[in-house]
Every structure is written in C-alpha cells, then in structure tokens.
C-alpha cells in the first residue's frame, strides 16, 4: 500500500526566501559582521601596544636627534588589516539590508512611514542607528588611516638618527577599536530595528485580512425568490408525533393545510 504524509499547515505557508531580513543568511551576516568587529578591535589594540615610539639622543653642543623603537610594520599590518576587514564587513551587511528591505511588499514598507500613527518610534531608531553607525564607522576608519600614514613613514632606515620624527598619540589605535566596535553594534541595532517593523507590519496585515475575512463571513447574502418559495413549502410540511402512551403514530396538520389525509 502507497504510504501517505499528513499536509501540515507549515508546508502551505510560504517559504522564506534567503534575501530576508529574518532569513538564516541575515542572522549569520549580522553575526559574522558582530565577530568581525571584535576581531578589527583585538587587531587595534595590537597595533596601539606595538606602535612605533621615539628616543632622543643628546648630540654635541645641545642638538638632539631621536630614534624610532621600530620599524613600524606590525602596527601597520594589525591597522591595515582592521581597515580592510571592517570595510568589507560593513559592506556585505549593509547591502544585503538594502536588497531585503527593496524586496519588501509595499505594505510592510508603510511602517517606516512616519505618518504611520505608532511607526514613529520605529523610525526614529532606525534613523538614529543608521546615522551613528556610519559615523563611528567614517570616525574609526579615518583614525586607522591616519595611523597607517604615519607608521609607514620609516618601515625602512628606522635605526637613523633623525633630527624630528613623527609619530602618533598614545591611544589613537585604541580609539579606532572602539569606534569600530560601536558600529558593528550599532549595524545589529539597525538590522534588529528592520526586522522589528518587517515583523510590525505583518502583524498589521494579518489582522486586516482577519477584519475582511470576518466581515464577509458575517455578511448576510440578500435571498433568491426560489429559496424563499423552498422556505415556505417548508413551513407547510406536516408534523409527524409519535404517541408514545398508545405506540401509534399519528400526523399533524396545519391549520391551513387544505388537502385531505390521507388515512392508513
């Protein structure tokens, strides 16, 4: 005998397509893009603990010259690398946000709206992430930039006396870090608030479509002359009693049926 599966209410409902905001490809890129982010701030507090520093030597008649403590190139490989990785993660996340969010039905785009009576504090958020994320983002960036500028200024002759030497602030990389790590957050803040208002407008949907159902259920269809003609013939039909006290059958008539019984 041919084996028969049960049809479940999941394999009607349809299937969530992979560029959806609450689709396993969203999840994993927000948390590749969360971990991402803490390996950038581990890389930059590499490069603030191994960064180039100075040493004046004292010359003849009071000339001073100084020397770098370093060559400089693990600093600027742990920025360089921070710079890199931080921009491409940044990037993947943010324009699968934009593909998910273009695919979006109309409908659940009207809860960004801010017309939308209780969407503004949605809205409010996601502009708030949005802007922030990218200014930490320019912020820590321009910081690894500027400490790669300067760290590659003496990858070579380091051991030189120069009579000036450049180098950058105490805490400069650990700034960056910090600035890269607030944005990978606050890029998950975005995403959460956009999956919150694709979720919020769902449930605006489903309870429409639940009124209008309700609605035609409960409307009442205006009678054919044919099923009121059924209706009477129906309230014309005899009674038939059972006379339990004599175990006889009997019928009942209405008052205003006029054909004669017809007797067994």
Known sequence: MPKTM????????????????????????IVLNILCG???FILCLIAEA??????????????????????????????????????IAMMIEHTFMMIAV???????????????????????????????????????????????????????????????????????????GVFTLASVFLAAGLYLTALRAQRTSQEHENVRQQILEAAALYESPPRSPGRQRIAAIAREDPVFREDHSNDQASFEFPLNYTKDPILV
């Open 6 to 29: 049960a049809v479940t209410h999941a394999d009607l409902a349809p299937s969530r397509r992979r560029t959806d905001l609450g689709s396993k490809l969203g999840v994993l890129l």
């Open 38 to 40: 803490l390996f950038c």
């Open 50 to 87: 191994t960064r180039s520093e100075i040493t004046w030597i004292d010359r003849n008649e009071g000339r001073y010259e100084c020397v770098y403590s370093g060559s400089g190139k693990m600093p600027l490989l742990c920025a360089a690398s921070a710079f890199v990785g931080l921009a």
């Open 102 to 176: 273009s695919k979006l039905p109309p409908s659940a785009l009207v809860t960004l709206d801010p017309d939308f009576g209780s969407s503004w504090t949605l809205t409010c958020q996601a502009g708030f992430f949005f802007v922030t994320t990218w200014i930490c983002f320019a912020v820590g960036e321009i910081l690894l930039l500027i400490g790669m500028s300067v760290e590659s200024g003496h990858l070579k002759n380091w051991l030189r006396p120069r009579p000036s030497c450049l180098v950058i602030r105490e805490g400069l990389f650990s700034a960056a």
